[in-house]
């Protein structure tokens, strides 16, 4: 079975890349609860400003936050439609490790076929 995406590799490369860092993931959490400001995410960790930014930059280049200018400063939001693409991503991996261990369940749960001994005649 194969795994069909509505996202491109590339794009599935960048999500997955930006959600490995656990920093990454906070302000993801954080903007899907609520837009916030650069300045009141980088008040929220215990790196430099910019170091926070690589960080929004990562995620914002993968998608999954939008960045946008109000005045002098600069407010991000999650963008749950690229979180809905990887989780149906993923909801799409679990289909098909589900149905192999239902293949598996079905396999084992079959009555044991007899085995032919040429020494006993059958």
Known sequence: MVVENQLTDDEVDRVFHALAAATRRDILR???AEESSVSSLARAYDMSFAAVQKHIAVL???GLVIKRAEG???LVRADPAMIA???ALLARYEELWRARIDRLDALLAEPPRPVH??????
């Not at 001994?117 to 059958?122: A, F």
């Open 30 to 32: 954080r903007t899907l």
């Open 60 to 62: 914002e280049d993968a």
């Open 72 to 74: 002098r400063e600069r």
């Open 85 to 87: 693409g990887a989780r």
């Open 117 to 122: 001994d040429p020494k006993k005649g059958n």
